[in-house]
């Protein structure tokens, strides 16, 4: 078993403008001042559309991790959007290339890469085979945010290629807030049954709960699939926020905590606050949170204060692609 620890769900972003190929189109009021919160809760001094805040923001999270309790970073890049035919759409807020994915994760050994591939792309099993000679550790998705319904005969090859590799398939699942979506069917977890049955290691983020009040909360669809595949995991990505936070209780009472892996999902906040009223740590507990300005070490401090054990940290390293 590895003695790393692990934060499985961290976003890498950028606004192209130093060359990375990065783009962000942060579009309508609620967006626009959601990222601002965000940017401005994280510490992130430089404004999003300054020329340096792609090389600012990679410095910040480097130096976040190597301060925080956990040793490395499971770093995300984020495909564009593409229709069943492959055809791209111009949908979304942000795009994360892979080649630059690598490149941070090339010059930072803290970081490792989680490339991103739509399986409608034309190139979609060439872009796979490269991204594997490149060492890529898992693949991530947000399916109602990019378009992907898993489910569709003809990705198979695809999710066929990657369980061959052993690429573990960080997924989306529940609703989402901080990017524009395409398709809310896509948020419920069942649409992973294709690429389980086919032997794809998945890891459902954020546990499948609900993101705002007026979403479902599909927690309980998720131990379904997992008491029928061995080969799900779930994550506890940005779960320490208002809404997410309800699905924790969930989590801890499961008895299947061995399935479930830490994650943050920076740069969304971190908050104490909600999983103190909701019983889960103590009012010390909550102010010593407070005290940990690095919000990766903050979330990993939570975790631990409502009971998750080392293993909670350590299990991705079961469950990356070897290289």
């Not at 992907?148 to 997924?171: H, I, K, S």
């Not at 908050?271 to 740590?281: E, F, M, S, T």
């Not at 401090?301 to 991705?316: I, N, P, S, V």
Request: glycine share 8%; with cysteine; proline share 6%.
């Amino acid at each position: 078993m590895s003695s790393l620890r692990y934060d499985c769900h961290v976003h890498l972003v950028g606004n192209g403008l130093n060359g990375s190929g990065c783009w962000l189109r942060v579009e309508g009021l609620w967006l626009r001042g959601l990222s601002e919160v965000m940017r401005r809760a994280v510490g992130m001094p430089l404004p999003l559309t300054h020329r340096d805040f792609d090389e600012k923001y990679v410095e910040a999270l480097s130096a976040l991790i190597r301060g925080s309790y956990v040793d490395k970073a499971l770093l995300l890049a984020q495909d564009e959007v593409y229709d069943d035919a492959g055809t791209k759409l111009a949908f979304g807020s942000f795009h994360v290339p892979n080649d630059y994915l690598f490149k941070v994760c090339a010059a930072h050994p803290e970081f490792v890469p989680a490339v991103s591939i739509h399986p409608g792309r034309k190139d979609a099993l060439a872009e796979l085979e490269r991204c594997l000679a490149g060492g890529a550790r898992a693949l991530k998705l947000l399916p109602n945010c990019q378009n992907v319904n898993c489910a569709l005969p003809q990705y198979d090859e695809f999710w066929r290629r990657m369980a061959t590799a052993g690429l573990p398939f960080l997924c989306h699942t529940g609703g989402e807030m901080t990017v524009p979506v395409i398709n809310r069917a896509y948020q419920d977890p069942r649409i992973l049954r294709r690429p389980l049955e086919l032997g794809v290691k998945v890891i459902a983020a954020h546990s499948s709960g609900n993101s705002h009040f007026f979403d479902p909360n599909y927690f309980g669809e998720l131990i379904k699939l997992m008491d029928e595949f061995p080969n799900l995991y779930a994550d506890t990505s940005a779960l320490n926020s208002p809404i997410r936070s309800g699905v924790l209780k969930q989590v801890l009472a499961a008895g299947r905590l061995n399935r479930f892996l830490h994650g943050s999902d920076y740069p969304v906040p971190v908050g104490a606050l909600w999983v103190r009223l909701r019983g889960l740590i103590t009012a010390e507990q909550r102010r010593e949170a407070g005290r940990i300005d690095n919000l990766i070490g903050r979330d990993a401090y939570l975790k631990q204060a409502m009971g998750f054990d080392e293993g909670h940290f350590t299990r991705l390293g079961e469950v990356l692609r070897p290289v």
